[in-house]
């Protein structure tokens, strides 16, 4: 081959590098601008329309934006119904929605995973545990006295990050490669999901409640909780983002990456923290709701390569439309019967992640 015919090969190699980024962006502003649209909609859906009965949407929006000009107070009753129920669980919803796919997103480029969740860690059979302990056997925190508001949430946050730091315990004693961080994971997990068995067959008056939070709802959803979910997880997501550059690095092997300048040990650390928090404060407030984690940021990275400045923001987007949707299904299904919306999220999730593991997966590059 001749001088010529290398650089020739070489300036192809790099249009098609180009090409490959700019379709990648393009893809990016289209998912972006679709998410947003669809959350939207889905916002202004649940405003709406729930088991509580229909407001057409041009009613709801003004009577929604009419009871925050009076801060809440001195509302009619449809105004009443809307700012006290209806908008406080479409924002949690986002917010969990968001924060679950963005931890969902860090777990699988930590763990070089694409079939990894934010409950690999153990977090969720964690909080489980200890929010079971409180609402099947009544039991009670010392420091929180007789507030019984966020007994259950305090609860949970500290079962899934006693979880969390056990797995990380026994992964990194092992080794810590990613493969040790699911066995952990899948081991931590089992032991708590076995103590929480026991608690429930000791409930008595109080197991079903604890059943309808296992499998997740945005039902007691109040505006204090609402903004308790929304702005952290939000908050967390968003700074996960400013280390999205790190994670394209991560993703190229730890040897390489630590090769490049990166502390990989420390980054993997603080980065399964982060990622546990944000998980352990979506599960706080309205239990625990699987598939959202795993397959929004699986989606995002078959759309969108491994550019963790694309995937992230994506995520994020395409996680609250998730939910949000999900929590409508789950109020008007049967109205006026209300499912759990972790069930919700399972049934939309399990056809979708299948057809694109058979459609894209032997295409899929990780």
């Not at 990016?28 to 939207?40: A, Q, R, T, Y």
């Not at 929010?131 to 946050?157: Q, W």
């Not at 109020?331 to 299948?354: C, D, H, N, S, Y």
Request: proline share 4%; with cysteine.
């Amino acid at each position: 081959m001749t001088d010529s015919d290398k650089v020739k090969n070489a300036l192809q190699k790099d249009d098609a590098e180009e090409s490959e980024i700019r379709i990648k962006k393009k893809r990016f502003i289209l998912i972006i601008s679709f998410g947003i649209l669809m959350s939207v909609f889905a916002l202004l859906i649940s405003i709406s329309i729930s088991s509580g009965g229909i407001i057409p949407i041009d009613k709801a929006v003004s009577s929604m934006f009419s009871a925050i000009r009076k801060g809440g107070e001195n509302l009619n009753p449809e105004e009443l119904y809307i700012y006290r129920a209806r908008l406080p669980r479409a924002l949690a919803a986002i917010g969990v929605g968001a924060g679950l796919s963005v931890a969902g997103c860090m777990y699988q480029a930590l763990i070089r995973n694409p079939l990894v969740d934010p409950y690999i860690t153990g977090v969720s059979s964690g909080a489980g545990c200890l929010a079971v302990s409180v609402i099947a056997l009544g039991t009670t925190l010392p420091f929180l006295g007789n507030n019984e508001l966020y007994m259950i949430p305090v609860a949970a946050i500290i079962g899934g990050l006693l979880a969390f730091a056990l797995t990380m315990t026994v992964a990194e004693g092992a080794g810590g490669t990613p493969t040790n961080y699911i066995l952990a994971g899948v081991i931590v997990g089992f032991a708590f999901s076995s103590v929480q068995t026991i608690f429930l067959s000791l409930a008595k008056d109080n197991i079903s409640n604890a059943m309808w939070w296992m499998f997740g709802s945005f039902a007691n959803i109040t505006w204090e909780n609402a903004l308790l979910v929304l702005v952290p997880t939000l908050g967390i997501s968003l700074m996960a983002m400013l280390w999205a550059r790190e994670f394209n690095l991560f993703s190229l092997g730890e040897e390489q990456a630590k090769q490049l300048g990166l502390n990989t040990k420390r980054f993997k650390r603080l980065m399964m923290i982060i990622a546990s928090v944000l998980t352990a404060l979506c599960v706080a407030f309205c239990g625990v709701i699987g598939f959202v984690g795993l397959i929004i940021p699986h989606a995002c990275r078959m759309a969108l390569g491994s550019d963790h400045r694309l995937i992230m923001p994506a995520s994020i987007v395409l996680g609250a439309m998730l939910m949000l949707f999900s929590d409508i299904i789950a109020r008007t299904a049967l109205m006026p019967m209300e499912l759990p919306v972790g069930a919700i999220t399972a049934i939309i999730g399990t056809p979708i992640f299948a057809y694109m593991l058979m459609s894209r997966g032997r295409s899929y590059k990780g």
